[in-house]
C-alpha cells in the first residue's frame, strides 16, 4: 500500500483501517523508513522553513530541524514503549510491534498538520490537528493491542499524557541548544496548557476505571 493511501485511510476511515494495520506483517526499521522518518519531516522542514523565513539564522534553523526531526523519531519510540507497558494494566496484550504500529500510525494526523508550521502564527491549527490523533490512538487501542473497548478511553488518557509530557520534553531539550524567542515562550505555555488540560482527563478516566 503507499504512503498517501494509508494516510488517507487512517485519517478518513481509522475504525476500518485499523483491523488492516494489525493484519499487516511489519517490524521497527519498515515501519521507520516506510512510514514514520517520512511524516516526521514535514513539520521539521515545515518549522525550518516559517521560522528562516521570519528570520531566524539558516545555520539556527538547521540545528532546530535536525534536533527537532531526531527527537520526534525517538518520542516515537519512547512512546511505543509505554503504550507496551501499559497494556496489561488495562487489560491489554502487550505486544511491542503492535505498539509501535499504534503510535506510529496514531501520530499521523499531527505529523501531517505540522504544514502548517510553515506559517508559524498558524501553528495553533498544527496543534488543532494533533488533537485529532488521540482519536485515532483511542479507535486503534483495543485493536492493536487488545484492550477491552471499555478500558479504551482510560488507556488513551494515559498515554496522550505521556505524548505531552514527552513533546515539552522535546520542547525544552531544543531550546537549550536553539535560540530562544518570543515564538519559543508561546510554544513552551501551549504545551503547559495542553499538559494540564490532558492530565486532568487522564485523572478522571483513571478514576472511571477505578470505579
Given at each position: ?20 494495520i494489525a493484519?499487516?506483517p511489519?517490524?521497527?526499521a519498515?515501519?521507520?523508513s516506510?512510514?514514520?522518518a ?5 513539520p521539521a522542514?515545515?518549522t525550518?522553513i ?9 545555520m ?15 518520542m516515537?519510540y ?5 503504550v ?6 488495562f487489560?491489554?496484550t ?6 509501535l ?10 505529523f501531517?498538520?505540522?504544514?502548517f ?17 488521540i482519536y ?5 487501542v483495543?485493536v492493536?493491542m487488545?484492550?477491552p ?7 488513551t ?8 509530557v514527552a513533546?515539552?520534553i522535546?520542547?525544552?531539550i ?13 510554544a ?10 490532558a492530565?486532568n482527563a487522564g485523572?478522571?478516566?483513571l ?5
Amino acid at each position: 500500500m503507499s504512503l498517501i493511501q494509508r494516510v488517507q485511510d487512517i485519517l478518513l476511515r481509522p475504525r476500518q483501517t485499523w483491523p488492516a494495520i494489525a493484519a499487516e506483517p511489519a517490524d521497527t526499521a519498515s515501519l521507520y523508513s516506510g512510514y514514520v522518518a517520512i511524516l516526521a519531516a514535514v513539520p521539521a522542514l515545515a518549522t525550518f522553513i516559517g521560522l528562516t523565513l521570519l528570520g531566524l539564522p539558516v545555520m539556527a534553523g538547521l540545528l532546530q530541524l535536525v534536533i527537532g526531526y531526531v527527537l520526534s523519531l525517538v518520542m516515537v519510540y519512547v512512546l511505543a514503549l509505554i503504550v507496551d507497558a501499559l497494556a496489561p494494566t488495562f487489560g491489554g496484550t502487550k505486544s511491542p510491534i503492535d505498539a509501535l504500529k499504534l503510535v506510529a500510525y496514531g501520530s499521523t494526523a499531527g505529523f501531517v498538520g505540522g504544514i502548517f508550521n510553515l506559517v508559524p502564527f498558524l501553528a495553533i491549527l498544527g496543534l488543532l490537528a494533533a488533537l485529532y490523533s488521540i482519536y485515532l490512538i483511542y479507535t486503534g487501542v483495543p485493536v492493536m493491542m487488545k484492550c477491552p473497548p471499555d478500558k479504551a478511553v482510560a488507556y488513551t488518557a494515559v498515554v496522550i499524557v505521556c505524548g505531552i509530557v514527552a513533546m515539552i520534553i522535546l520542547g525544552a531539550i531544543t531550546s537549550l541548544v536553539v535560540p530562544a524567542g518570543p515564538l519559543h515562550v508561546g510554544a513552551a505555555a501551549a504545551d503547559a496548557g495542553a499538559a494540564a488540560v490532558a492530565a486532568n482527563a487522564g485523572a478522571v478516566a483513571l478514576a472511571a476505571a477505578a470505579r
